[in-house]
């Protein structure tokens, strides 16, 4: 899995491509998130377009992620959520938690209202 991070006025885009299967990739996806956390950002888009298949282990680093997020005050959001990725989470139900987006630039626009 490779992670892209762009910034987008006062929101982070991370663009995620592979799979997320957990091991040290997903250790690395946290620390990155808990490092934007860290630098005082809030708000995080996570694109998820390049994404072929995600595992429990890959479902849990977004909770972990969004759960972060959430205890600063702050908000995680999914955009070009892929129809496999789609299915697991409208399965496990955490389609009602994430706020999901057909791109980057929609989910970025959703935080200023």
């Keep these: 899995m490779k992670i892209k991070e762009e910034i987008k006025g006062d929101v982070a885009v ?6 997320m299967m957990g091991g040290p990739e997903t250790m690395e996806f ?15 888009v996570v694109d998820l377009g390049k994404v072929k298949w995600l595992n429990s282990s890959g479902l849990g680093a977004l909770m972990s992620a969004y759960t972060s997020l959430k205890n600063v005050g702050g908000d995680l959001k999914l955009a070009q959520v892929t129809e496999r990725v789609e299915s697991i989470l409208m399965i496990t139900k ?13 989910a970025v626009a959703s935080f200023g209202r």
């Design 14 to 19: 991370i663009s995620l491509s592979g799979k």
């Design 30 to 44: 946290h620390d990155h998130i808990k490092g934007l956390i860290a630098d005082g950002m809030k708000k995080v």
């Design 94 to 106: 955490l389609i009602t938690i994430f706020d999901t987006y057909e791109s980057a630039e929609r």
